[in-house]
Protein backbone atom coordinates (compact mmCIF):
# COMPACT_ATOMS: atom_id res chain seq x y z
CA UNK A 1 0.00 0.00 0.00
CA UNK A 2 2.70 2.58 1.14
CA UNK A 3 4.23 2.08 -2.52
CA UNK A 4 1.57 2.28 -4.50
CA UNK A 5 1.02 5.65 -2.47
CA UNK A 6 4.74 6.48 -3.99
CA UNK A 7 3.20 5.98 -7.08
CA UNK A 8 0.36 7.74 -7.18
CA UNK A 9 2.16 10.82 -5.21
CA UNK A 10 4.96 10.45 -8.01
CA UNK A 11 2.37 10.56 -10.81
CA UNK A 12 0.04 13.46 -9.73
CA UNK A 13 2.47 15.46 -7.42
CA UNK A 14 2.67 18.00 -9.99
CA UNK A 15 -0.73 19.42 -10.18
CA UNK A 16 -3.52 20.11 -7.94
CA UNK A 17 -5.61 17.70 -9.43
CA UNK A 18 -3.19 15.26 -8.59
CA UNK A 19 -2.87 16.48 -4.68
CA UNK A 20 -7.06 16.14 -5.06
CA UNK A 21 -6.54 12.46 -6.16
CA UNK A 22 -4.51 11.79 -3.44
CA UNK A 23 -6.31 12.54 -0.94
CA UNK A 24 -9.69 11.05 -2.75
CA UNK A 25 -7.52 7.84 -2.85
CA UNK A 26 -6.31 8.17 0.71
CA UNK A 27 -9.28 8.99 2.59
CA UNK A 28 -10.90 6.19 2.79
CA UNK A 29 -8.13 4.06 3.94
CA UNK A 30 -7.23 6.54 6.54
CA UNK A 31 -10.80 5.71 7.64
CA UNK A 32 -10.02 1.94 7.04
CA UNK A 33 -7.37 2.01 9.22
CA UNK A 34 -8.96 3.96 11.99
CA UNK A 35 -11.69 1.74 12.12
CA UNK A 36 -9.58 -1.33 12.06
CA UNK A 37 -7.94 0.33 15.25
CA UNK A 38 -10.93 1.41 16.67
CA UNK A 39 -12.36 -2.66 16.48
CA UNK A 40 -8.57 -3.63 17.60
CA UNK A 41 -8.80 -1.06 20.87
CA UNK A 42 -12.73 -2.20 21.50
CA UNK A 43 -12.60 -5.82 20.94
CA UNK A 44 -8.93 -7.02 22.34
CA UNK A 45 -7.13 -3.98 23.64
CA UNK A 46 -8.99 -2.42 26.53
CA UNK A 47 -10.78 -6.40 27.42
CA UNK A 48 -7.03 -7.66 27.78
CA UNK A 49 -6.14 -4.97 29.83
CA UNK A 50 -9.40 -5.20 32.05
CA UNK A 51 -8.64 -8.94 32.21
CA UNK A 52 -5.12 -8.40 33.59
CA UNK A 53 -6.24 -6.03 35.79
CA UNK A 54 -8.75 -9.07 36.91
CA UNK A 55 -6.16 -11.91 36.92
CA UNK A 56 -4.24 -9.59 39.05
CA UNK A 57 -7.08 -8.68 41.78
CA UNK A 58 -8.39 -12.66 41.87
CA UNK A 59 -4.05 -14.34 42.41
CA UNK A 60 -3.78 -11.72 45.13
CA UNK A 61 -7.17 -12.80 46.67
CA UNK A 62 -8.98 -9.71 46.05
CA UNK A 63 -12.56 -10.16 44.84
CA UNK A 64 -12.53 -7.22 41.60
CA UNK A 65 -15.21 -4.74 41.56
CA UNK A 66 -16.83 -6.04 38.65
CA UNK A 67 -16.07 -9.12 36.31
CA UNK A 68 -18.05 -7.53 33.23
CA UNK A 69 -15.82 -7.41 29.91
CA UNK A 70 -16.72 -5.64 26.76
CA UNK A 71 -15.30 -6.82 23.80
CA UNK A 72 -14.89 -9.94 21.71
CA UNK A 73 -17.82 -12.79 23.35
CA UNK A 74 -14.84 -15.15 24.44
CA UNK A 75 -13.34 -12.33 26.95
CA UNK A 76 -17.48 -12.65 27.93
CA UNK A 77 -16.86 -16.49 28.65
CA UNK A 78 -13.34 -15.98 30.32
CA UNK A 79 -14.71 -12.97 32.79
CA UNK A 80 -17.57 -15.83 33.70
CA UNK A 81 -15.08 -18.69 34.37
CA UNK A 82 -13.28 -15.76 35.98
CA UNK A 83 -16.01 -14.96 38.53
CA UNK A 84 -16.68 -18.60 39.47
CA UNK A 85 -12.81 -19.34 39.92
CA UNK A 86 -13.01 -16.23 42.28
CA UNK A 87 -16.48 -17.74 44.20
CA UNK A 88 -14.80 -20.77 44.72
CA UNK A 89 -11.53 -19.37 45.71
CA UNK A 90 -13.46 -16.83 48.31
CA UNK A 91 -15.81 -19.75 49.39
CA UNK A 92 -12.28 -22.45 50.08
CA UNK A 93 -10.68 -19.35 52.24
CA UNK A 94 -13.60 -19.01 54.07
CA UNK A 95 -14.02 -22.13 54.79
CA UNK A 96 -10.15 -22.59 55.86
CA UNK A 97 -10.69 -19.62 57.97
CA UNK A 98 -13.72 -21.15 59.63
CA UNK A 99 -12.20 -24.26 59.96
CA UNK A 100 -8.87 -22.52 61.43
CA UNK A 101 -11.24 -20.55 64.16
CA UNK A 102 -13.09 -23.81 64.98
CA UNK A 103 -9.81 -25.27 65.49
CA UNK A 104 -8.72 -22.71 67.49
CA UNK A 105 -11.21 -22.87 69.82
CA UNK A 106 -11.20 -26.49 70.45
CA UNK A 107 -7.52 -26.34 71.11
CA UNK A 108 -8.14 -23.61 73.92
CA UNK A 109 -11.22 -25.48 75.45
CA UNK A 110 -8.80 -28.44 75.64
CA UNK A 111 -7.87 -29.35 79.14
CA UNK A 112 -5.08 -31.89 77.69
CA UNK A 113 -1.89 -30.21 76.24
CA UNK A 114 -1.60 -30.39 72.61
CA UNK A 115 1.39 -30.18 70.32
CA UNK A 116 2.04 -30.21 66.74
CA UNK A 117 5.21 -31.17 65.32
CA UNK A 118 6.75 -31.24 62.14
CA UNK A 119 9.50 -33.87 60.37
CA UNK A 120 11.79 -31.78 61.60
CA UNK A 121 10.46 -32.03 65.27
CA UNK A 122 9.91 -28.15 65.12
CA UNK A 123 6.98 -26.87 66.68
CA UNK A 124 4.20 -26.20 64.59
CA UNK A 125 1.33 -25.36 67.01
CA UNK A 126 0.34 -25.82 70.77
CA UNK A 127 -2.38 -24.89 72.74
CA UNK A 128 -2.82 -22.83 76.51
CA UNK A 129 -3.00 -26.09 78.35
CA UNK A 130 0.85 -27.40 77.00
CA UNK A 131 2.05 -23.92 78.10
CA UNK A 132 0.44 -24.22 81.33
CA UNK A 133 1.29 -27.63 81.91
CA UNK A 134 5.30 -27.08 80.61
CA UNK A 135 5.48 -23.58 82.60
CA UNK A 136 5.78 -21.93 78.80
CA UNK A 137 5.74 -17.93 78.99
CA UNK A 138 7.43 -17.02 75.91
CA UNK A 139 6.21 -18.42 72.12
CA UNK A 140 7.48 -22.17 71.49
CA UNK A 141 6.48 -22.17 67.67
CA UNK A 142 9.53 -22.36 65.25
CA UNK A 143 11.66 -23.63 67.97
CA UNK A 144 12.48 -27.91 68.31
CA UNK A 145 10.64 -29.71 70.60
CA UNK A 146 14.03 -30.34 73.00
CA UNK A 147 14.79 -27.09 72.76
CA UNK A 148 11.01 -26.03 74.44
CA UNK A 149 10.23 -29.56 76.73
CA UNK A 150 13.84 -31.02 77.35
CA UNK A 151 12.51 -34.42 77.92
CA UNK A 152 14.34 -36.75 76.26
CA UNK A 153 10.87 -39.32 76.52
CA UNK A 154 9.06 -37.09 74.56
CA UNK A 155 11.53 -36.52 71.75
CA UNK A 156 12.00 -40.58 71.28
CA UNK A 157 8.15 -40.57 71.14
CA UNK A 158 8.39 -37.94 67.91
CA UNK A 159 11.21 -39.87 66.75
CA UNK A 160 9.18 -43.39 67.16
CA UNK A 161 6.05 -42.06 65.50
CA UNK A 162 7.57 -40.50 62.42
CA UNK A 163 9.69 -43.62 61.82
CA UNK A 164 6.99 -45.89 62.35
CA UNK A 165 4.28 -44.10 60.77
CA UNK A 166 2.25 -45.49 63.69
CA UNK A 167 0.28 -43.99 66.82
CA UNK A 168 2.33 -44.36 70.26
CA UNK A 169 1.14 -43.92 73.96
CA UNK A 170 3.51 -43.83 77.17
CA UNK A 171 3.60 -42.26 80.45
CA UNK A 172 6.07 -40.16 81.57
CA UNK A 173 6.88 -38.17 84.51
CA UNK A 174 8.66 -34.75 84.71
CA UNK A 175 10.39 -34.08 87.78
CA UNK A 176 9.10 -30.83 89.06
CA UNK A 177 10.81 -26.94 88.46
CA UNK A 178 10.78 -26.21 91.58
CA UNK A 179 11.58 -28.87 94.67
CA UNK A 180 8.88 -28.16 96.97
CA UNK A 181 6.56 -29.79 94.41
CA UNK A 182 5.60 -33.31 93.92
CA UNK A 183 6.76 -34.77 90.25
CA UNK A 184 3.84 -34.55 87.58
CA UNK A 185 2.59 -37.63 86.20
CA UNK A 186 1.40 -37.52 81.98
CA UNK A 187 0.04 -40.30 79.68
CA UNK A 188 0.94 -39.15 76.40
CA UNK A 189 -0.03 -40.38 73.20
CA UNK A 190 1.48 -39.80 69.79
CA UNK A 191 -0.33 -39.50 66.60
CA UNK A 192 1.03 -39.43 62.93
CA UNK A 193 -0.03 -36.68 60.59
CA UNK A 194 0.32 -38.42 56.60
CA UNK A 195 -0.46 -37.26 53.23
CA UNK A 196 0.73 -40.11 51.98
CA UNK A 197 0.56 -43.73 53.12
CA UNK A 198 4.61 -44.06 53.93
CA UNK A 199 5.52 -41.04 55.38
CA UNK A 200 4.31 -38.90 58.13
CA UNK A 201 4.86 -35.46 57.95
CA UNK A 202 3.69 -34.37 61.22
CA UNK A 203 2.93 -35.72 65.16
CA UNK A 204 0.27 -34.62 67.11
CA UNK A 205 1.08 -34.86 70.77
CA UNK A 206 -1.73 -34.75 73.57
CA UNK A 207 -0.37 -34.48 77.00
CA UNK A 208 -3.02 -35.76 79.48
CA UNK A 209 -2.08 -34.85 83.44
CA UNK A 210 -2.72 -37.89 85.72
CA UNK A 211 -0.33 -36.33 88.58
CA UNK A 212 -3.93 -36.41 90.70
CA UNK A 213 -4.92 -40.25 89.82
CA UNK A 214 -1.37 -41.12 90.67
CA UNK A 215 -1.63 -38.93 93.97
CA UNK A 216 -4.86 -40.52 94.95
CA UNK A 217 -3.41 -44.18 93.87
CA UNK A 218 -0.45 -43.25 96.60
CA UNK A 219 -2.78 -42.03 99.29
CA UNK A 220 -5.39 -45.64 98.82
CA UNK A 221 -2.30 -47.75 98.79
CA UNK A 222 -0.89 -45.24 101.99
CA UNK A 223 -4.32 -45.81 103.63
CA UNK A 224 -4.43 -49.71 102.69
CA UNK A 225 -0.82 -49.85 104.64
CA UNK A 226 -1.58 -47.81 107.22
CA UNK A 227 -5.30 -49.68 107.93
CA UNK A 228 -3.56 -53.17 107.79
CA UNK A 229 -0.97 -51.79 110.27
CA UNK A 230 -3.73 -50.69 112.95
CA UNK A 231 -5.11 -53.51 112.41
CA UNK A 232 -2.19 -56.08 113.03
CA UNK A 233 -1.30 -54.92 116.58
CA UNK A 234 -4.31 -56.02 118.07
CA UNK A 235 -4.93 -58.91 115.97
CA UNK A 236 -1.13 -60.61 116.93
CA UNK A 237 -2.05 -59.66 120.57
CA UNK A 238 -5.59 -61.42 120.32
CA UNK A 239 -3.35 -64.21 118.89
CA UNK A 240 -0.84 -64.85 121.17
CA UNK A 241 -2.89 -64.38 124.48
CA UNK A 242 -5.67 -66.75 122.81
CA UNK A 243 -2.80 -69.21 122.30
CA UNK A 244 -1.56 -69.01 125.85
CA UNK A 245 -5.05 -69.82 126.85
CA UNK A 246 -5.34 -73.03 124.78
CA UNK A 247 -2.01 -73.84 126.20
CA UNK A 248 -3.02 -73.14 129.65
CA UNK A 249 -6.51 -74.46 130.70
CA UNK A 250 -5.63 -74.38 134.28
CA UNK A 251 -4.60 -71.01 134.38
CA UNK A 252 -4.72 -68.87 137.56
CA UNK A 253 -7.97 -66.84 137.83
CA UNK A 254 -6.10 -63.57 138.53
CA UNK A 255 -3.69 -64.22 135.32
CA UNK A 256 -6.47 -65.17 133.80
CA UNK A 257 -8.26 -61.84 134.28
CA UNK A 258 -5.45 -59.93 133.32
CA UNK A 259 -5.56 -61.43 129.92
CA UNK A 260 -9.32 -60.90 129.90
CA UNK A 261 -8.59 -57.25 130.42
CA UNK A 262 -5.81 -56.56 127.92
CA UNK A 263 -8.25 -58.08 124.87
CA UNK A 264 -11.01 -56.17 126.11
CA UNK A 265 -9.03 -53.20 125.98
CA UNK A 266 -7.87 -54.09 122.55
CA UNK A 267 -11.17 -55.26 120.87
CA UNK A 268 -12.82 -51.89 122.26
CA UNK A 269 -9.60 -50.15 120.00
CA UNK A 270 -10.45 -52.41 117.58
CA UNK A 271 -13.80 -51.51 117.72
CA UNK A 272 -13.14 -47.53 117.67
CA UNK A 273 -10.92 -47.45 114.63
CA UNK A 274 -13.42 -49.50 112.56
CA UNK A 275 -15.90 -46.90 113.68
CA UNK A 276 -13.83 -44.41 112.90
CA UNK A 277 -12.87 -45.94 109.42
CA UNK A 278 -16.72 -46.47 108.32
CA UNK A 279 -17.23 -43.04 109.39
CA UNK A 280 -14.56 -41.29 107.51
CA UNK A 281 -15.70 -43.50 104.64
CA UNK A 282 -19.28 -41.94 105.33
CA UNK A 283 -18.04 -39.04 105.32
CA UNK A 284 -15.91 -39.23 102.15
CA UNK A 285 -18.38 -40.65 100.06
CA UNK A 286 -21.22 -37.97 98.82
CA UNK A 287 -23.96 -40.23 99.69
CA UNK A 288 -24.11 -38.37 103.03
CA UNK A 289 -26.79 -36.63 103.69
CA UNK A 290 -26.50 -33.73 106.89
CA UNK A 291 -30.04 -33.52 108.93
CA UNK A 292 -29.59 -29.68 109.97
CA UNK A 293 -31.36 -28.43 113.37
CA UNK A 294 -31.33 -25.49 115.17
CA UNK A 295 -28.93 -26.47 118.00
CA UNK A 296 -28.75 -24.62 121.46
CA UNK A 297 -25.34 -24.95 121.61
CA UNK A 298 -25.00 -23.66 125.85
CA UNK A 299 -27.05 -26.79 126.27
CA UNK A 300 -25.99 -28.97 124.11
CA UNK A 301 -22.65 -28.78 125.13
CA UNK A 302 -23.41 -28.81 128.79
CA UNK A 303 -25.06 -32.09 127.69
CA UNK A 304 -21.95 -33.19 126.53
CA UNK A 305 -19.84 -32.79 129.06
CA UNK A 306 -21.77 -35.02 131.94
CA UNK A 307 -21.18 -37.63 129.21
CA UNK A 308 -17.05 -36.76 129.76
CA UNK A 309 -17.36 -36.49 133.61
CA UNK A 310 -15.77 -39.91 134.94
CA UNK A 311 -13.22 -39.41 132.45
CA UNK A 312 -11.86 -36.23 133.19
CA UNK A 313 -12.28 -37.45 136.69
CA UNK A 314 -9.97 -40.33 136.07
CA UNK A 315 -7.86 -37.75 134.68
CA UNK A 316 -8.33 -35.45 137.44
CA UNK A 317 -8.91 -32.44 135.06
CA UNK A 318 -12.05 -30.20 135.08
CA UNK A 319 -13.56 -28.05 132.19
CA UNK A 320 -15.04 -24.66 132.32
CA UNK A 321 -17.74 -23.85 129.46
CA UNK A 322 -18.22 -20.01 128.85
CA UNK A 323 -21.08 -20.11 125.75
CA UNK A 324 -23.46 -16.88 126.09
CA UNK A 325 -26.57 -18.24 126.29
CA UNK A 326 -28.26 -15.44 123.52
CA UNK A 327 -25.83 -16.91 121.04
CA UNK A 328 -28.01 -18.04 118.06
CA UNK A 329 -28.87 -21.35 117.45
CA UNK A 330 -26.42 -23.11 115.51
CA UNK A 331 -27.70 -24.61 112.31
CA UNK A 332 -25.88 -28.04 111.92
CA UNK A 333 -26.42 -31.53 111.90
CA UNK A 334 -26.53 -32.25 116.08
CA UNK A 335 -24.72 -36.19 115.23
CA UNK A 336 -22.60 -34.71 113.37
CA UNK A 337 -21.48 -31.92 116.13
CA UNK A 338 -21.37 -34.02 118.73
CA UNK A 339 -18.66 -36.26 116.68
CA UNK A 340 -16.72 -32.85 116.47
CA UNK A 341 -17.09 -32.11 120.24
CA UNK A 342 -16.33 -35.34 120.83
CA UNK A 343 -13.41 -35.76 118.87
CA UNK A 344 -11.56 -32.30 119.94
CA UNK A 345 -12.69 -33.21 124.04
CA UNK A 346 -11.29 -36.96 124.03
CA UNK A 347 -8.12 -35.07 122.30
CA UNK A 348 -8.35 -32.64 125.40
CA UNK A 349 -8.15 -35.30 127.87
CA UNK A 350 -5.84 -38.08 126.44
CA UNK A 351 -3.13 -34.84 125.35
CA UNK A 352 -3.50 -32.84 128.90
CA UNK A 353 -1.57 -33.48 132.30
CA UNK A 354 -3.69 -34.13 135.56
CA UNK A 355 -4.67 -31.19 137.45
CA UNK A 356 -5.25 -28.83 134.70
CA UNK A 357 -8.37 -27.20 132.48
CA UNK A 358 -10.15 -28.00 129.36
CA UNK A 359 -11.82 -24.69 128.34
CA UNK A 360 -14.81 -24.45 125.55
CA UNK A 361 -15.65 -21.25 123.93
CA UNK A 362 -18.39 -19.95 121.45
CA UNK A 363 -19.10 -16.35 120.09
CA UNK A 364 -20.40 -15.13 116.63
CA UNK A 365 -17.05 -14.46 114.46
CA UNK A 366 -16.48 -13.87 110.98
CA UNK A 367 -20.59 -14.58 110.22
CA UNK A 368 -20.11 -18.02 111.34
CA UNK A 369 -20.19 -19.29 114.46
CA UNK A 370 -16.78 -20.03 116.19
CA UNK A 371 -16.60 -23.01 119.14
CA UNK A 372 -13.30 -23.22 120.73
CA UNK A 373 -11.68 -26.12 122.89
CA UNK A 374 -8.38 -25.64 124.66
CA UNK A 375 -6.45 -27.53 127.01
CA UNK A 376 -2.69 -26.36 128.58
CA UNK A 377 -1.81 -30.20 127.57
CA UNK A 378 1.07 -31.05 125.75
CA UNK A 379 0.87 -28.95 122.69
CA UNK A 380 2.57 -29.75 119.49
CA UNK A 381 5.14 -29.02 118.05
CA UNK A 382 4.99 -26.58 114.85
CA UNK A 383 6.15 -28.71 112.44
CA UNK A 384 3.03 -31.70 113.16
CA UNK A 385 0.38 -28.73 113.46
CA UNK A 386 -0.22 -28.55 109.78
CA UNK A 387 -0.92 -32.25 109.21
CA UNK A 388 -2.73 -33.10 112.11
CA UNK A 389 -5.73 -33.15 109.96
CA UNK A 390 -4.38 -36.13 107.79
CA UNK A 391 -5.60 -39.35 108.38
CA UNK A 392 -3.59 -41.64 110.54
CA UNK A 393 -1.50 -38.50 111.72
CA UNK A 394 0.21 -38.96 115.10
CA UNK A 395 2.82 -36.58 116.57
CA UNK A 396 4.04 -39.26 118.93
CA UNK A 397 3.23 -42.92 117.33
CA UNK A 398 3.84 -44.31 120.42
CA UNK A 399 2.35 -42.29 123.11
CA UNK A 400 -0.87 -41.48 121.28
CA UNK A 401 -1.20 -45.37 120.60
CA UNK A 402 -0.95 -45.70 124.42
CA UNK A 403 -3.63 -42.98 124.42
CA UNK A 404 -5.62 -45.01 122.49
CA UNK A 405 -5.47 -43.35 119.33
CA UNK A 406 -5.01 -44.10 115.70
CA UNK A 407 -5.02 -40.40 114.53
CA UNK A 408 -8.28 -40.53 112.49
CA UNK A 409 -10.04 -38.43 115.00
CA UNK A 410 -9.42 -34.94 113.52
CA UNK A 411 -9.85 -35.65 110.26
CA UNK A 412 -13.13 -36.65 111.13
CA UNK A 413 -13.24 -33.04 112.53
CA UNK A 414 -12.26 -31.31 109.17
CA UNK A 415 -14.73 -33.82 106.86
CA UNK A 416 -17.72 -32.89 109.17
CA UNK A 417 -16.52 -29.17 109.16
CA UNK A 418 -16.20 -29.02 105.84
CA UNK A 419 -19.50 -30.57 104.85
CA UNK A 420 -21.08 -27.46 106.64
CA UNK A 421 -18.90 -25.09 104.70
CA UNK A 422 -17.10 -24.47 107.56
CA UNK A 423 -13.78 -24.46 108.03
CA UNK A 424 -11.06 -25.96 111.21
CA UNK A 425 -7.63 -23.87 112.70
CA UNK A 426 -5.48 -25.37 115.77
CA UNK A 427 -3.21 -22.77 117.33
CA UNK A 428 -0.61 -24.88 119.84
CA UNK A 429 2.78 -24.45 121.75
CA UNK A 430 4.64 -27.18 122.74
CA UNK A 431 4.15 -27.56 126.56
CA UNK A 432 2.08 -24.98 127.01
CA UNK A 433 -1.43 -26.71 125.62
CA UNK A 434 -3.64 -26.35 121.93
CA UNK A 435 -6.77 -24.81 121.09
CA UNK A 436 -9.01 -26.09 118.08
CA UNK A 437 -11.26 -23.66 116.38
CA UNK A 438 -14.04 -24.52 114.54
CA UNK A 439 -16.22 -22.44 112.41
CA UNK A 440 -20.18 -23.21 111.01
CA UNK A 441 -21.47 -20.68 108.98
CA UNK A 442 -24.38 -18.85 110.27
CA UNK A 443 -26.47 -18.69 107.00
CA UNK A 444 -27.91 -22.01 106.91
CA UNK A 445 -28.39 -21.52 103.17
CA UNK A 446 -24.85 -22.04 102.65
CA UNK A 447 -25.61 -25.96 104.55
CA UNK A 448 -25.33 -28.83 101.98
CA UNK A 449 -28.54 -31.13 102.63
N1 LIG B 1 -5.27 -31.34 122.18
C1 LIG B 1 -4.16 -31.90 121.72
N2 LIG B 1 -3.00 -31.78 122.40
C2 LIG B 1 -1.86 -32.33 121.93
N3 LIG B 1 -1.78 -33.03 120.80
C3 LIG B 1 -2.91 -33.19 120.09
C4 LIG B 1 -4.15 -32.63 120.51
N4 LIG B 1 -5.09 -32.95 119.58
C5 LIG B 1 -4.46 -33.68 118.65
N5 LIG B 1 -3.16 -33.83 118.93
C6 LIG B 1 -2.14 -34.53 118.14
O1 LIG B 1 -2.67 -34.72 116.83
C7 LIG B 1 -2.71 -36.11 116.49
C8 LIG B 1 -3.92 -36.37 115.66
O2 LIG B 1 -5.09 -36.27 116.43
P1 LIG B 1 -6.32 -37.19 116.10
O3 LIG B 1 -7.43 -36.84 117.00
O4 LIG B 1 -6.55 -37.13 114.64
O5 LIG B 1 -5.75 -38.64 116.40
P2 LIG B 1 -5.62 -39.45 117.75
O6 LIG B 1 -6.17 -38.66 118.86
O7 LIG B 1 -4.19 -39.87 117.84
O8 LIG B 1 -6.47 -40.74 117.45
P3 LIG B 1 -8.05 -40.88 117.38
O9 LIG B 1 -8.62 -39.50 117.57
O10 LIG B 1 -8.26 -41.43 116.02
O11 LIG B 1 -8.41 -41.81 118.45
C9 LIG B 1 -2.69 -36.83 117.79
O12 LIG B 1 -2.10 -38.09 117.66
C10 LIG B 1 -1.85 -35.93 118.67
O13 LIG B 1 -0.50 -36.21 118.49
MG1 LIG C 1 -8.20 -37.88 118.63
Given at each position: MVCSLFLAQSQFNDSPQGLQSILFYLTPVAIGIAAVLAYLQHSWITPVKRLERILMDVSSGRVPRSFIIQGAPIFTKIAAYLEKLSDNQHRLTQQISEEESNLQAILRSMVEGVMIVDKDHVIREVNDAFRRQFSI???????TVLEVVRVVAIEEMVTETLRSVEPQSREISLDSYTPDQPPRYFDVSAVPIR???????EVVLVFHDISRLKQLEDVRREFVANVSHELRTPLSIFRGYLETLLDNPKMPSQELNRILEIMQKHSIRLNALVNDLLTLARLESRKLTLEPTPIQLELFVKQLTTDFRSKLEEHQLSIVVNIPADLPLLEADPFRVEQVLYNLLDNSIKYSNPHTSIQIKARVQDEAIMIQVSDDGIGIPPADIPH????????DKARSRDA?????GLSIVKHIVQLHHGRVEAQSELGKGTTITVYFPLVPEKIEK
Open positions: NHNPVHRYDLATAEIFERFYRVGGTGL
